[in-house]
């Protein structure tokens, strides 16, 4: 008896779905690799680009707080 085929989410490629095979049950063993992360100290690291990012995450959060609890509904 075979493996199961499964059609990726990501890419709709058919895959046979394995036993110990790494990522997600829905995805090919190439989508389901592991993405580079950046290092936490490594972006931003410019005095105005951190201003600018946290000027624009207060922008958000008065956004998303104006619509959350705005008087008119």
């Known amino acids: ?3 199961p ?3 990726c989410v990501a890419c709709g490629e058919e ?3 394995r036993p110990n095979k790494p990522g997600f049950a ?3 063993p ?3 690799e592991p993405e580079e992360e950046e290092t936490p100290g490594a972006h931003a690291a410019d ?3 951190r201003r600018t990012e946290e000027e624009m995450n207060a922008a958000r959060r008065r956004a998303i707080r ?3 609890y705005r008087a008119d509904h």
């Open 47 to 49: 005095p105005l680009e």
């Open 66 to 68: 104006d619509l959350l």
């Open 1 to 3: 008896m075979g493996f």
């Open 5 to 7: 085929i499964r059609t």
């Open 15 to 17: 895959f046979e779905l």
């Open 30 to 32: 190439s989508c389901s």
């Open 26 to 28: 829905n995805r090919c």
